[in-house]
């Protein structure tokens, strides 16, 4: 995305998986080289590397966002655990070695070639065996688990990083499948800054379809009595939310 600096500078961003709506490419190269970086385990590295050189790299989790959910997660002890949106599974490496030895993920992408490329890395990290990985849409599979009251409250965090114009369906079914004092974290909530552009401002076309269900969402979610919020301008805008009902 090119940007521009307050000296009206021109430039692009570097990293693959910048997304970071920070208004100095210098101050976030900083975040990235003094605290990201040099803690960033070696398989991530690794798989950040091999999906830099896939077409749509635009879509993985930066290494400061990884950063953070690994915190988020040991912070709330988190254990059974929900990942909407994998593509080639930073985020979900990020949380598999983040969870106890005997703790879950259900992760779900409606594309399972991308999963594979992360997969040996995944393996080779040995945290395989807390991923149970579902191709397909992910919304039926919310429905089933809604369906079995054993599943009610069981989830203690839930990554959702996939369809925008879905998030709201997730929500409804995600709150059941949450525990109270619980979290869910959607991922690219402020859409690459086009939530307060004009609408007749240039946007790629993938943004500009998305726009309006980002901007539905956050509106939903600040009403959301059932949840506290949080919405942190890391990566392209995550916003967390509690469950307190
Ligand atoms: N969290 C990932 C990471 O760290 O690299 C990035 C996920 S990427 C932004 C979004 C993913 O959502 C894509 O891999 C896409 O295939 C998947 N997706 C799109 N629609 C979906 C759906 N209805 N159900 C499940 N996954 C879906
Ligand atoms: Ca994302």
Redesign the pocket.
Known sequence: MASENKDGEQHRHQEV?HKSLLQSDALYQYILETSVYPREPEPMKELRDI?AKHP?NL???SADE?QFLGMLLKLINAKNTM??????????L?TALALPDDGKILA????RE?FEIGLPVIQKAGVAHKIDFRE????PVLDQLVEDAKNHGSFDFV?V???KD?YINYHKRLLELVKVGGVIAY??TLWNGSVVAPPDAPMRKYIRYYRDFVIELNKALAADERIEICQLPVGDGVTICRRVK
């Open positions: 998986g999906t749509w879509m993985t989790t990884g990942e909407i949106g994998v593509y080639t599974g930073y985020s979900l990020a779900m992408d409606i594309n991308n397909g849409p992910a919304l990554f990083d996939a369809d879905n991922d690219n």
